[in-house]
């Protein structure tokens, strides 16, 4: 289903591309100009790199936006997630602080940023994205979550906070397309 509403939108979006484009030849004009496409790089393409100041900001946005998440967005960025987490969702974005990064053993974040950690540094931030906008409140009545890498996570409710894959959330914050619940620690996968 999401592959299919993901085609559906590409093809929408071509269309409304060509629509746009004016083919008619300018006679008067006999030089070549070049369109952005040709000189644009492939690392900077896509829904993510489109600047919108009316929009209310999607999960990447407000990830960007907070100095408590630079080590998340450097992630994302190095993994090459950008257009995913700006999708029409709706997303639900577990959402480290740099502080929940440095829990981890001494050199981890590092080597997982190396190129030749993409897939694995993909795979674990797939497992803070789950499909939904659910609040915080909302969230205490699961008791697992299916994530974007596939597999589950547990939810705890423990006195009034609630727990996901063992993070703890401390705030939450609406998206245009989800929300970002910010976690006290990274989720990580069982494999």
Do not use: R, W
């Amino acid at each position: 289903m999401k592959a299919l509403l993901k085609t559906a939108f590409v093809l929408l979006s071509f269309l409304a591309v060509i629509s746009c484009k004016n083919n008619t030849p300018n006679e008067t004009n006999d030089a070549k100009v070049d369109s952005p496409s040709e000189n644009a790089t492939t690392e900077s393409q896509g829904q993510a790199f489109l600047k919108d100041d009316e929009a209310t900001p999607n999960v990447l946005d407000i990830a960007i936006g907070s100095p408590d998440h630079t080590t998340l967005v450097a992630a994302v960025q190095a993994a090459s997630l950008e257009n995913a987490l700006v999708n029409t969702g709706p997303l639900m974005v577990f959402a480290p602080t740099n502080e929940a990064f440095n829990k981890l053993p001494e050199g981890t974040v590092e080597n997982l940023l190396k190129p030749e950690n993409k897939d694995q540094l993909a795979f674990i931030l797939k497992h803070h994205v789950t499909p939904g906008k659910y609040d915080k409140e909302f969230l205490k009545k699961f008791k697992t979550l299916g994530q974007a890498s596939n597999e589950n996570v547990i939810v705890e409710v423990k006195d009034e906070d609630v727990f996901i894959g063992g993070a703890k959330i401390i705030a939450s914050v609406p998206a245009g397309n989800g929300i970002v619940h910010v976690v006290d620690a990274v989720i990580l996968p069982n494999n």
